[in-house]
């Protein structure tokens, strides 16, 4: 368990500015075992962002399975600042709908060393092959005033 591989998934990952800047600071953070205990006030304070913004990016963080959170309490009932501990195993939902789609884009290929860019470009190309019209054949029309012409009626 490292702060290297939690970075990285944070990198490659389709999640929303707010989250991956909360999810930084979480990183920043945390100890040997990766987990931290900052208030939300703190968060936003350090981060520039309202306490709210902070509250959603740690539910999507949450969701998304990138972060743990814990509830801590005191000795006299009252609660503390949550635990966060960061998550380094590459389970979470946006990860499955990256293989997904990269699976995916690997059928469309149909060549396994191909890269989804290249065969998406191919396709790309294949269709704009396809729409351009066949301007001879306008060549050959009377118009309709009379005589050739190269613009379709």
């Known amino acids: 368990m490292d702060k290297a ?4 998934r944070v990198y490659a990952s389709n999640l929303p500015s707010r989250a991956k800047t909360v999810m930084f600071y979480l990183a920043n953070r945390s100890n040997k075992e990766l ?3 900052p208030a939300i006030p703190t968060i936003a304070k350090e981060t520039g962002m309202s306490e709210r913004t902070v509250q959603r990016a740690l539910k999507e963080l949450c969701e998304e399975g990138y972060v743990e959170k814990s509830h801590r309490y005191r000795e006299n009932g009252g609660q503390s600042s949550n635990l966060y501990k960061l998550k380094t195993e590459e389970n979470n939902k946006a990860d499955v709908v990256n293989l997904k789609a990269e699976s995916a884009d690997k059928k ?7 890269s989804p860019e290249v065969a998406s470009y191919q396709q790309e ?6 729409s351009f019209f066949d301007t001879t ?4 029309k009377e118009c309709h ?3 050739v012409s190269c613009v379709p009626p």
């Open 5 to 8: 591989t939690v970075l990285n």
């Open 35 to 37: 987990t931290c205990f």
């Open 108 to 114: 469309v290929s149909g060549d396994k060393n191909e």
């Open 125 to 130: 190309m294949q269709n704009i092959k396809f």
């Open 137 to 140: 054949s306008y060549l050959s």
């Open 145 to 147: 005033r009379g005589g």
